[in-house]
Structure formats: C-alpha cells, structure tokens
C-alpha cells in the first residue's frame, strides 16, 4: 500500500494501534496488540480483571506510569500522538479515569472548568464559551445544584458524575472512559449510557472501558481483551460478539435478547 493509502487509512479511524507492547515493571501487559477504533461511534472494552483493558485505554490516552515500557504505535486521527501539540492534543481526547486525584477543597464548578483549560489561553479569565460548556456539561450531568459545593462533601457517585461532566466539557471529538459506571445508580448509569449515545449522534468517538456486561452491549463495537490481547472485535448486535463474550467469562455468563436489547446474565448452572 502507497504512504497516501496507509494515511489515508489511518485517518479513518479515530485511533489505530499497531503492535504495542506496554511491560509494567517486570510484568508484560500487552502484548503485540493492534485494532482500530472507528470514528463517530461507541466502542466499549471487556475482559477478565488484569486483562490489560485500563493500560490499553491509558495508552491510547498517551499516559504513562513511571515503570512503563512501551514500543509500537498509537495514532489519534491519523496521527502519531507523540506528534500531537500537547494543546490540540488535550482538545482532541477528553479522559475519565478511575480514581482521579482531585483536591477535596475545590469547587465542583472550578472542578469542570479544568476541562477548559486546553482551551484557555495563559492565565485568561474563562470565556463566555467556557462557562456555557460548564453549564452545559453540569446539567446534562445532573450536577448543577452542587456547583458550589466542595467535591470532598460528595458521595462517590456524585463525584464521578462531577468528573463526567469535567470530561464532557472538553468538547473533544473522542472521549475515553475508565469503568465511568463506577459508583452510579441504576437511572444515572441509564442517564450515562443516553449521554453515550446522543454524543455518538453528535459525531463524537466513545470508547469505555466497562465491567457492566449489559451496558457495554448497548454499545456500537464491543472488543474483547483477554491476557493483554484483544480476542474479539465485533458488533455488539453479533452472534459471534456474543459467543467471544461467554468464552472470555468462562460460560459463567450467557448473553439473552430481551424486549431488543442484549442482556448478559449469570450462567447458574
Ligand atoms: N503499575 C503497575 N505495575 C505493575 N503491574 C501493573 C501495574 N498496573 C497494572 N499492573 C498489572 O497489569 C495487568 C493489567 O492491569 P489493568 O489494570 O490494565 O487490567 P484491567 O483489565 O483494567 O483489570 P480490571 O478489570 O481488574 O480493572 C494486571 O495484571 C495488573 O496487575
């Protein structure tokens, strides 16, 4: 293929990985892994504990732990991310992460104004544009009436909802999430999956990273991850999705059709 075709290919996707291998420490994580994420829909990422799925999303991300070795390639739009301008970079690739270290004292308004910064100039005050997708990300959220409020004063779930919001009000043209279930309750994990897909609508790229069986079926693609390899990569509405799905969960789980949706359900016997 010319250097124009592989370009050309590349940038049909929103990212594409080529034989990473990320080792932690000793411990080899992934291991030659390769897919493409397409763009402008919501891929979800399955698997076992410790199949590798947060270093994948990490790594598409850019990010790095201090015992990190990596080789191969991650490209974001058809370009390397080392190559990316840090900025354009933040603008592009919004994150939502477990576990985000944020300080307990902060306002959840300043909290969600962070996801502005790679749109602020250097020490500018926030635009008209920034308080408006503030608003925005809060209320779809369902977050506003605790603007005021420190981030330290609020349950799990309303913190996660909080740093939803922060990553939405980036308005980047993907969006990676790290088990952004975690901690919700059953209408607001609903509320997330319908943020899920009217971003989707609106040409964004979702990829997450879910334990929930259920709700990564209601997804566009499913990728399946097993021993820091990717085992399947399918539809969600596929048979063979399905069948990849009970395989990597030992049969311990079935996959049923419920009134259209896809459910998965413990297997008892
Ligand atoms: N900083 C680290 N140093 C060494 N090993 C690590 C480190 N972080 C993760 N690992 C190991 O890498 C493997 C993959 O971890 P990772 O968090 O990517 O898995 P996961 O699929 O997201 O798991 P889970 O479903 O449990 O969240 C695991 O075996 C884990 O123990």
């Known amino acids: 293929m010319s250097d ?8 049909m996707h929103a990212l594409t990985v080529q034989a990473l291998n990320v080792q932690l420490g000793e411990r080899e994580v992934l291991r030659q892994l390769s897919l ?55 603008k592009a690739l919004a994150w939502l992460g477990q576990n985000q270290p944020v300080s307990a004292d902060m306002a959840v308004y300043d909290v969600v104004m962070l996801g502005r910064l790679p749109h602020q100039g250097w020490l500018a005050p926030a635009s008209s544009a920034d308080r408006q997708a503030v608003e925005q990300a809060l209320k779809r959220t ?40 975690a901690n919700l309750d059953p209408p607001h994990q609903t509320d997330w999956m319908l943020t899920a897909r009217s971003l989707v609508q609106q040409g964004m ?11 990564a079926l209601l997804a566009d693609e499913i990728i399946v991850m097993q021993a820091g390899q990717v085992t399947h990569q399918g539809s969600c509405s596929d048979p063979a999705s399905h069948a990849a799905l009970e395989a990597v969960f030992e049969h311990r789980i079935q996959v049923r059709e419920l009134d259209g949706l896809w459910l998965a359900l413990p297997r008892l016997r």
């Open 4 to 11: 124009h075709a592989t370009q050309a290919g590349l940038a």
């Open 36 to 90: 493409q994420i397409p763009r402008g829909r919501w891929t979800a990422i399955v698997g076992p504990n410790g199949a590798g799925k947060s270093t994948l999303l990490r790594a598409l991300a850019g990010m790095r732990a201090s015992n990190q070795k990596q080789s191969g390639d991650v490209f974001l739009q058809g370009r390397k991310l080392a190559d990316w301008n840090g900025r354009e970079r933040a």
């Open 142 to 181: 369902h977050a506003w009436d605790w603007r005021q409020r420190s981030i330290g004063q609020l349950s799990g779930g309303e913190r996660q909802r909080v740093l939803l919001a922060r990553a939405l009000a980036v308005q980047a043209s993907t969006l990676l999430m790290d088990e952004p279930l």
């Open 205 to 215: 790229t979702v990829v997450s990273v879910l334990h929930e069986l259920s709700f």
